[in-house]
């Protein structure tokens, strides 16, 4: 956005119902420095007051290469701390905000990069992208909630081995370990984001605000309080004029169908 007076560190355009969020950065690989982190906050704020849904991408052949480790590297313990919480409450306005969002992933996933594609709804990644947590061998550990999100994603005993051997997974593998929900060819990742965004976008705004914060909360809970938060979120989302209408307008024949895939 416009955080910085020398350069849009963030950049930002709507197409339509969606917000297009690009970190701008590429000379430095759009590693995320402090002020890349509240020029992400200003453009993930704009975006849930005037969209429907967002997508996050970066400029240049490279998505992330995580936390700014120039910047890291001169920082005293308490700032350290200060400046990943301030990463967690940046990333939770994405995971657990009002809009579904999207990220376009190419190049580089790597460290911070990888845990700002895993506060995001969906990922989608093109056939260059590739995906590293080299904190191990770097000195230093996860910060920007992966210990929570990448574990939850792909599984605790995955993030471990690649934290531990700082292994490196193309896009197809990281598919495969669930990572990623989509793959597409060589700079098609962005295009491909949008569509999906607007696909969202289309949707009543309290399902996905309920998809996007019942969801990952009934996970932390037991069973019975998940089954319980369920039936409450489904009646209160049914009782909506906009879900008489929409559930009306595939009675009386007016909505779409669901249809099997083309290629099935
Ligand atoms: C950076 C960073 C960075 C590049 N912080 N400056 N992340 C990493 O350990 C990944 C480190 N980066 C890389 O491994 C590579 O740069 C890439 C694979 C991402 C890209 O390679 P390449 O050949 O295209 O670029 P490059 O020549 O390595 O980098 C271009 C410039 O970007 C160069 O600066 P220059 O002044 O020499 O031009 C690099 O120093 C700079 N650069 N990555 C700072 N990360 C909240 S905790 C999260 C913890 C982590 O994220 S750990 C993982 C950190």
Redesign the pocket.
């Known amino acids: 956005m416009d955080g910085s007076a020398e350069q849009n560190l963030v950049s930002y355009e709507r197409h339509g119902a969606v917000s297009v969020i690009g970190l701008n950065r590429p ?3 759009n ?3 402090d002020r890349v982190v509240e020029a992400l906050a200003d453009a993930v704020e704009r975006a849930t007051l005037e969209s429907r849904a967002a997508v996050i991408h970066g400029a240049g ?2 998505f ?9 590297v001169e920082k005293p313990l308490i700032d350290a701390v200060k ?2 919480r301030r ?1 967690h409450r940046v990333f939770d306005l994405i995971e657990r905000g009002a809009i579904p969002f999207v990220s376009a992933l190419r ?2 996933v ?6 700002l594609a895993a506060s995001t709804h969906i990922r989608v990644a093109d056939d260059t992208a ?1 995906f ?4 191990g ?2 000195g ?7 210990s929570v999100r990448i574990a939850r994603l792909i599984g605790t005993a995955r993030m471990g081995d690649m934290m531990l051997t700082g292994r490196v997974l193309r896009a197809r593998e990281m598919e495969q370990w669930g990572g990623v929900s989509y793959v597409t060819p060589d700079g098609a990742a962005l295009d491909k984001a949008i569509e999906i965004a607007e696909r969202t976008a289309s949707n009543a705004e309290l399902s996905n605000y309920a998809i996007l914060n019942a969801l990952p909360r009934i996970q932390d809970m037991s069973s019975e309080d998940g089954l319980f938060l369920e039936s409450i979120m489904s009646a209160l989302t049914s009782a909506t004029p906009e879900a008489e209408d929409r559930l009306r307008a595939f009675l009386e024949k007016r909505a779409a169908k669901v249809e099997a895939p083309k290629d099935a």
């Open positions: 000379e430095k690989r590693a995320i420095s052949p490279h992330c290469a995580g936390l700014d480790l120039a910047e890291h400046g990943s990463w190049g580089a790597v460290g911070g990069g990888f845990e590739f590293a947590l080299p904190e061998s770097r230093i550990f996860v910060g920007g909630g992966g």
